[in-house]
């Protein structure tokens, strides 16, 4: 069963273009889910009861709604995969539901928050580091895995643009602004020269020891500053990309663009962000009531 498992995990990373995060998690749901089986049953063995019993399993334990569905997603593609290799002749995870999921508002920073997380960084080499890393990340919507992956040669500062790849390898370009623009100049003439004198490296963004910057790493560096702001808990380097789109949607920016300018692959994922902020009907209001 393990064999079928590696199977599918290197057809993700070859086939699909899967981050390593995400191959990962569907490994772990895998193996979780071969545990509960046991070894007495195999995959052509598995039915819509024996799927029912896993579902009701991870219920109990108490896990959340978007964590069930994102492992019956897992299931699902597993077996579809099954399929298609011509190992069963059905899938028996279609005959599931997904569990229903509330839609939660994604946590993004007011102009004002957003103003005083950016003015906490620290001076010095590692400061001026993270000064770019949370302005380029307002200033583009990168995901994480994205700015992670950014190299020198990627930037294009006559056109204020980077080169990024995105979920499923694909290539986009995000655009930034003068304040990126000039922490990102000031990160790599006084910044990234003293941490990194290692001509070879060509990662944008590194560590302390001139090495490529983790995912880790950098969710570290959003919770210092957001604790040094005093800002409430919760936020994390995907708020800085909730919040790119929140603002460019709040003054106005067109629903298609900010979809193109995130690399989503439906307009149904980039109108979560069509959430209302006070302000923004504040100023709906006054623009549109005659006796506003």
Known sequence: MYEDIDAFLFSLRVEKGASEHTVSSYATDL??????????IGWERVTKAELRRFLSHLNRAGLSRRTVSRKVSCLRSFFRFQVR???????????????KQGKALPMFFYPEEMAALLASTDPGPLGVRDRAILELLYATGC??????????????????????IGKGNKERIVYFGAGAYEALDLYLRTGRPVLCQDGGVKALFVNYRGTALS???????????????SLHEGFSPHSLRHSFATHLLDNGADLRAVQELLGHKNISTTQIYTHVTSDRLKKVYELAHPRA
Do not use: C
Not at 143 to 164: F, G, P
Not at 215 to 229: C, E, F, N, T
């Open 143 to 164: 995901r994480a895995a994205e700015l992670m992956s950014i190299t020198v040669d990627d930037i294009n500062w006559q056109q204020q643009s980077i080169r990024v």
């Open 215 to 229: 995912q880790r790493s950098l969710g570290r560096i959003i919770d210092k500053y957001v604790d040094k702001a």
């Open 85 to 99: 290799e011509g190992t069963l002749s059905a899938n028996p995870v279609m005959a599931i539901e997904l569990p």
């Open 31 to 40: 193996r979780q889910f071969v545990d509960f089986l046991g070894d007495h």
